[in-house]
């Protein structure tokens, strides 16, 4: 079973617009990673979060996770075609391996 | 530096018809990892070894699917025989011993027909 929800499932922006993915764990994160996939290819590491509140950016995407390590968001700020894809976050309970959420498709609208 | 290397990067057969997947780790990676990417979907671990150990099996299906990395470097997945519920993406991934970020392979797509 899932233990990682993510919404929405999909969302469509027009480009310059702003979208945020959020991702809920019913249980407390050792960390949580943030990966962007682009349809039937491997995954790309975009960031990882470990501490309580921490937040990190990397050039237009910004994540942050909640103090009670539930609840991570991804951020794009003024969104380009290249931020089109499937982003998927993924929980570390501190035993070295990740389990998914079922991930967001991003689409962006010329 | 090369990154996972997957292959085949397609495969088509016929249900009960067996097959084979290769992945090569980012050298110098002791944790290597099988995922089951099935559409819409989130990746589902199969398999995790370290070196050539397993550390976690708990997900794969031991009647269909077998996995080895016999000398702790590549590493084979196998299905025999395969269903139409195979269907899916496989993906490999390797990291270094202690530590969870993951680099991934681009996966290999098979279907089931």
């Known amino acids: 079973s899932q233990e990682l929800e993510q919404s929405p499932q999909s969302l469509i922006v027009q480009e310059g617009k702003n979208l945020t993915i959020n991702c809920t764990s019913s249980?407390?994160?050792?960390?949580l990673y943030w990966y962007k996939q682009k349809y039937g290819e491997g995954l790309i590491f975009l960031m990882m979060?470990?501490?309580?509140?921490e937040e990190k950016s990397h050039e237009k995407i910004t994540a942050k996770l909640d103090e009670k390590k539930q609840q991570s968001s991804l951020h794009i700020t003024a969104s380009q075609p290249s931020h089109a894809g499937i982003y998927l976050c993924?929980?570390?309970?501190?035993?070295?391996?990740?389990?998914f959420g079922a991930g967001t498709t991003v689409t962006v609208r010329a | 530096e090369a990154g996972v290397a997957q292959s085949p990067r397609y495969k088509i057969i016929e249900k009960r018809q067996s097959v084979a997947f290769w992945c090569n780790p980012i050298?110098?990676?002791?944790?290597l990892y099988w995922y089951q990417q099935i559409l819409g979907q989130g990746p589902k671990l199969l398999i995790q070894?370290?070196?050539?150990?397993?550390?976690?099996d708990s997900q794969l299906p031991k009647d269909r699917f077998s996995a080895e990395r016999l000398k702790g470097v590549d590493s084979t997945l196998k299905i025999q025989p395969a269903k139409l519920e195979d269907s899916a993406v496989y993906l490999c991934?390797?990291?270094?011993?202690?530590?969870?970020?993951?680099?991934f392979g681009q996966g290999t797509r098979l279907t089931v027909v």
């Open positions: 991934a390797s990291s270094l011993q202690g530590e969870t970020e993951a680099f």
């Open positions: 249980k407390t994160l050792y960390g």
């Open positions: 979060l470990q501490k309580g509140g």
């Open positions: 993924g929980a570390d309970k501190n035993d070295y391996k990740l389990s």
């Open positions: 050298s110098g990676h002791a944790t």
């Open positions: 070894f370290q070196n050539n150990g397993v550390v976690d």
